[in-house]
Nanobody, 126 residues
Framework: QVQLVESGGGLVQAGGPLRLSCAAS????????MAWFRQAPGKEREFVAG????????AYGESVKGRFTISRDNAKNTVSLQMNSLKPEDTAVYYC???????????????????WGQGTQVTVSS
């Protein structure tokens, strides 16, 4: 069992940066693929970024490529999302997710993830 706790959300002006963090419990964190998703009101949950267990494979959603960077620190059981050049359309609740399969490809669908955090609100003002 893994528990995920996100932090770092808040209100930011368009064009500004924000950094989200996800702290994970459990000794198997280093074997999991991790991802960030987001969900805006009335919309489906959207893949933002994913990273495999060794950080050798990373994927981004089209809408955030070139602006967001995902990283992880297996020694600290954390995964982070650095968000730059934020836009009002980035406003959403951001979720951290873990895929417990070992050596699996990064999954872009929310259905591929077994554990979820409670989410953190990111609001970008224009």
């Amino acid at each position: 069992q893994v528990q995920l706790v996100e932090s770092g959300g808040g209100l930011v002006q368009a064009g500004g940066p924000l950094r989200l963090s996800c702290a994970a419990s459990g000794r198997t964190f280093s074997t999991y693929n991790m991802a960030w998703f987001r969900q805006a009101p009335g919309k489906e949950r959207e893949f933002v970024a994913g990273i495999n267990s060794t950080s050798s494979n990373i994927a981004y959603g089209e809408s955030v490529k070139g602006r967001f960077t995902i990283s992880r620190d297996n020694a600290k059981n954390t995964v982070s999302l650095q968000m730059n050049s934020l836009k009002p359309e980035d406003t959403a609740v951001y979720y951290c997710a873990a895929d417990r399969r070992t050596w699996a490809p990064i999954v872009l669908s929310a259905f591929g993830y077994d554990y979820w955090g409670q989410g953190t609100q990111v609001t970008v003002s224009s």
